[in-house]
Structure formats: C-alpha cells, structure tokens
C-alpha cells in the first residue's frame, strides 16, 4: 500500500502530464482516425450518457466525464496497477492496462448503454481496442520509469 501512495504523490505533475497526452492521442484517434476507418467519429460522450440514462441534451456531461476519467482517474489506476503488478516496461504495462480499459468499456459500458458486448463485434469494436492501447501506451511511455522508481 505504501508503494502505491507514494507512485501516486511522488508526481502528480508528470501523472497528470501523461493523462492529457494520452487523451489527446485517443481523442485524435476516435475524431480522426475513426473517420477513415468507420467512417465517422467514435462517440464515448454519448455512450456514457447513454449508460447512464441521460438524453443527447447531456452529451456535454458525457464528455466532460469522459476526459476526466481519461486525463485524472485512468492514469491513477495506472499507477495502482503498474504499483500492484510492476508488469514489464512501462509501455508495455501501459498496453495492457489499454487492454483492461478496453475490456471495461465492452463488458460494461457497452450492455449499460444497451448495445451487445463490445458494440456488437467489428470494426467499431477493433477500433476501440486500438484507440484504448495507443491511450495505455502513450500514457505508460510519458509516465514512464521516473514517475514510479521516486516512489
């Protein structure tokens, strides 16, 4: 436990650095990247609204959420996992953890929002997988030793 709150204290700058530059490869990747290959943007904001009962008239609930979770509580559990496991480098652990985002959003985002486990297969499903490793990765590559060896 000492080790996870002092990965977690030892710096929040960097953590917090790491966040936003993850979220924004993973906002690149589902505004732009999406487009080519689903042919439209991946819509987290609408999936949370819709998991959680809200109307359109609230995606900006969705959205806000979703870049907080991706910038402030993600990179948190990051560091917890990363503390608890010390899995390999941290690119790779940060690929993983994407691997067990990814997971979360299929397995329990997806039926709360009403559609089938991993949004029904296909594409869209492939390109959140994708969109969720470059998140895990990014953030594990910025993060980095550094923030984890201070603690």
């Given amino acids: 436990m000492k080790r996870v709150v002092s990965a977690l204290t030892s710096n929040p700058k960097r953590l917090l650095f790491a966040g936003v530059s993850s979220t924004i490869v993973l906002a690149v990747f589902m505004e732009g990247i999406a487009r080519i290959v689903l042919g439209g943007p991946m819509k987290p904001a609408m999936l949370i609204c819709q998991a959680l009962g809200l109307d359109a008239s609230y995606l900006w609930l969705g959205e806000i959420l979703h870049y907080a979770l991706g910038i402030v509580f993600f990179p948190i559990g990051y560091v917890v996992f ?16 994407g691997v067990i985002l990814w997971i979360g959003a299929g397995v329990v985002m997806s039926p ?23 998140y895990g990765a990014v953030l594990g590559g910025v993060y980095g030793r550094q923030g984890l060896n201070n603690a």
Avoid: D, E, Y
């Fill in 112 to 134: 709360m929002a009403g559609m089938p486990l991993f949004f029904g297969g296909g594409k869209i499903m492939i390109a959140s997988l994708v969109a969720h490793i470059a």
């Fill in 82 to 97: 990363r503390s608890i496991t010390n899995l390999g480098s941290p690119v790779v652990s940060g690929f993983i953890w």
